[in-house]
């Protein structure tokens, strides 16, 4: 499989699509004056505890005060606690050699928040979950700070290796590796990424990672909450961390500052790809060169056409989102279970590209094409797990239901990216529904009625050109009519700016009569 990251600075931020053999399969967006981003860390102050949350609030700067439950506060929070309170008096003779730093005891999985943050302390956070809707930040004491092999957990002795890995001899090798480089107090879990990586590979991510949490223990100094201790990477520079393998073969960027961030960082990690790394120059958009504006005004919206003819429609509501599967014209074969079954196989792979795509998180509902066979229902599952592999966010995906319905839950991390590729309509403002001709007549006459009782004179009604050649239609018009009726003289002119439903009176003046 062929990865492509192409990255496109703009005045309002920087926008990076992930392609996968030419199919936009990520979009992320970054504004420049983003804040509170996952991984972001915060010196944060207790400012509410809800016992019957069993959580707390936290002022962390934003807003609405972030969220921290009892399971996110990590079994050393009072070792951090107790880290964070030395580090403000800035008590460097218990924390500047962190190896030799007294851990507390862990607490208990069934604690209540009261117990642990009575006092409403200042406290180091670490941003688990963007703000969404009206909500705050989701908060976790369990702090980590990821590196390119290895992630780092202060508080700990535990060494772990990613079960991604499958060779129980690497995964050994690794474990042996970590044990005998990492420094007492931190704990370590080895990325995918470092298969095959030597020692000194591995020696020299975990050094910048313990220089990063020296550089906390510096920011903490003096620091009154709410404040921002450390900001995660740029967007670019954590993507590159998260997901650069073997499989990227371009980089692609048209900001010559992002070009030489990304050129050095690959340069850093691994040399041998550093000639991946493109600049630019061309004078079309970046997104419309490489086709990325085609593929997102096809991909969003209420409905996604696939290739065959058939079709999705994902709805959204508060609680979850729900995906129908439609087999539209397609027909692959005169047999009806065998044409549901290709028809969901093809719907299958496209949602699981749309969630990664719009980042969907939370519950989702797919209602796919109804099979009897449970053989089928077994494949289709099967092929769904396989099409989300690749999906960073952690999932979970429940069997077809007896409705016929499959449900799914992805890690929601952040808001969902929604692009809008419709315009409200001007005449009916997004309603669906536009006043039909003779009821927009009837409302136009109850105006002049109630303007002749307020004593108007020579009424004008400006409408649009086809309205107003409905009115002057005939004779007698209904213009006309009116004049006679109300025994007033009644104008109709005719403005091109209008839409088909507008109207608007004017007086003998030509000032306008607001109703």
Known sequence: ?????????????????????????????????????????????????????????????????????????????????????????????????????????????????????????????????????????????????????????????????????????????????????????????????????????????????????????????????????????????????????????RIVVNDKNIYNDALNYIQKVAPDKADIVTFYQNGSPIFDNYGITKQVKASFGKTVNLASGAYLIIEHTEALHVIDVNSGYKSVSANQEENALQTNLEAAEEIARQLRLRDIGGIIVVDFIDMKLPDNKRKLAEAMEEFMRADRAKHAILPISKFGLMQITRQRMKPEVNINTQEVCPSCNGTGKVSSTLILEDEIEKNISYLVMQKHKELLIAVHPIMEAYLRKGFPSKRMKWSWKYKQKIKVKANTAYHLTEYHFFDNHEEEIKL
């Not at 420049?32 to 002022?59: E, I, Q, R």
């Not at 996110?72 to 929070?77: I, K, N, T, W």
């Not at 460097?92 to 507390?104: A, L, M, P, V, Y």
């Not at 990492?182 to 990586?197: C, D, L």
């Open 1 to 249: 499989m062929n990865k492509e990251l192409i990255i496109n600075s703009a005045p309002t931020g920087v926008e990076i699509a992930l392609l996968e053999d030419k199919k936009l399969v990520e979009l992320h967006q970054e504004s420049h004056d983003a804040s509170f981003t996952v991984g972001d860390l915060y010196l944060g102050k207790v400012k509410k505890l809800v016992p019957g949350m069993n959580a707390a609030f936290v002022d962390v700067g934003f807003e609405k005060d972030g969220f921290l439950h009892y399971t996110d506060l990590s079994p050393y929070v009072r070792s951090l606690l107790k880290f964070t309170a030395f580090s403000i008096s800035d008590k460097s003779e218990g924390i500047s050699d962190f190896s030799k730093f007294q851990t507390e005891a862990e607490i208990i999985k069934t604690g209540k928040i009261g117990e642990v943050l009575n006092g409403k302390p200042n406290i180091l956070v670490q941003i688990l979950k963007e703000p969404i809707a009206a909500k705050g930040p989701r908060l976790s004491c369990e702090i980590s700070l990821p590196g390119r092999f290895v992630v780092l957990t202060p508080f700990n002795d535990i060494v772990a290796v990613s079960r991604k890995i499958h060779s129980s001899d690497e995964r050994k090798r690794l474990q042996k590796i970590v044990e005998s480089i990492r420094t007492k107090n931190f704990g370590v879990i080895v990325r995918t990424a470092a298969e095959g990586k030597n020692t000194a590979e591995l020696h020299e991510d975990l050094n910048n990672l313990i220089a990063m949490w020296q550089q906390i223990q510096h920011n903490l100094k003096n620091a009154v909450a709410p404040a921002k201790i450390l900001g995660e990477t740029d967007k670019t520079t954590s993507i590159l961390r998260d997901l650069l393998n073997a499989d990227f073969n």
